[in-house]
């Protein structure tokens, strides 16, 4: 069985999402114990228990210690089966980090899988649906992951009731040695319940402060009616992405600048990928075929927690040479 101290490095949820993921795909047990130990509120919370729940139930797991509060689980996976799954997490909970834990899993199950998820689209300290979509399933499409993503509502905090869908066909990845890519800088500006006015305000906030520095921005505009009611705005331009979340009080105008400061950022490196992605891409490449290699803007605790997990699982796959990642 494998050990993971769910404290380690930034001691979060990633941990736990990694070690579950790479359970199903090796078929090893895991024991994770001080899990998120150092946090105001130690243990499993909502969303950590239903992404394990969906791995139980991809996988016909056995799980002990899957509770709300728990700070041990030992997590062992049977076969990874494909097929039609739909998971509520309930809340606004992100069903981008309910994915960080199913995908790599279903892209070696035994068929097909078509899952829907309904929780939170567009929530705080988890990837938005838009740069999951656009960003982060780009990288894995050039690692040869069959995988595509629909949004079929937002959901926003704190009533959720969005909804996605992911299809997911059994891939063979295959490593890749990733450059940096520059293309037009597109996005998407949305708001639901809210103005039109709240959508186009983010977007031309953005639009002006990354064209007064030479770039170009194709943003779209998305207004919606649903169950919850809410504002952001995602932009992305190849291997890199930001994003911004409208809340009470907040002017449009200043979620449209913090999203095109972030990206401007980013693109004033000259790493191939945003630190986000340098860290979600990690245990997909240490399951492909071949050497994955990659610079980021940023080392972060986040990609050190998310390299000590799968090391774990794998041996010295993982290793940090100043800014480049090389996996295997």
């Known amino acids: 069985m494998i050990e993971i101290d769910g404290s ?18 090796t078929g090893k047990a895991v ?20 992404g394990i729940e969906a791995a139980k139930i991809i996988s016909g797991a056995e799980v002990e210690g899957l509770r709300l509060g728990s700070t041990e689980v030992i997590f062992r996976p049977g076969i990874v089966r494909g097929g039609e799954y739909r998971i509520d997490i309930g809340t606004a909970g992100s069903v981008t980090l309910i994915f960080q ?3 790599l899993p279903l892209l070696f199950a035994d068929r097909e899988s078509r899952v829907t998820v309904t929780g939170g689209t567009d929530v705080a300290w988890a990837p938005p649906v838009d740069y999951f979509k656009n960003v982060t399933l780009k990288a894995l499409r050039e690692m040869n992951a069959e995988c595509q993503l629909q949004v079929l509502r937002r959901g926003y905090y704190p009533k959720g009731g969005g909804a996605v869908r992911l299809e ?10 990733f450059e940096r890519l520059d293309e037009i800088v597109k996005g998407v500006s949305h708001c639901q319940n809210l103005p039109e006015h709240v959508a186009v305000r983010q977007a031309n906030s953005a639009r002006e402060f990354l064209e007064e520095r030479g770039i170009r921005a194709e943003i779209k505009i ?7 009611t809410g504002s952001g705005i995602v932009l992305w331009n190849g291997y890199k992405g930001s ?63 998310n390299a000590y997990v799968i ?8 290793r940090f040479e100043g800014s480049r990642i090389r996996i295997k």
């Open 8 to 25: 380690f490095g930034e001691g979060g949820g990633q941990i736990l999402r990694t070690a579950v993921a790479l359970s199903c795909v």
């Open 31 to 50: 024991r994770i114990k001080k899990i998120r130990a150092n946090r105001p509120k130690p243990g499993l919370a909502a969303q950590h228990l239903k």
């Open 101 to 103: 834990t199913i995908l």
């Open 168 to 177: 997911v066909k059994p891939s063979e990845m295959r490593g890749v040695i």
């Open 222 to 228: 998305e207004v919606l009616n649903g169950l919850s």
């Open 243 to 305: 994003s911004a979340l409208g809340e009470k009080g907040k002017r449009a105008e200043v979620v449209g600048l913090e999203a095109a400061e972030s990206l401007y950022m980013e693109l004033k490196s000259e790493a191939a990928f945003d630190a986000h992605l340098a860290d979600q891409i990690m245990p997909f490449a240490a399951m492909a075929d071949g050497r994955t290699e990659y610079t980021t803007s940023k080392v972060t605790m986040h990609q050190k927690s």
């Open 311 to 318: 090391n774990s699982f794998l041996g010295e796959v993982v």
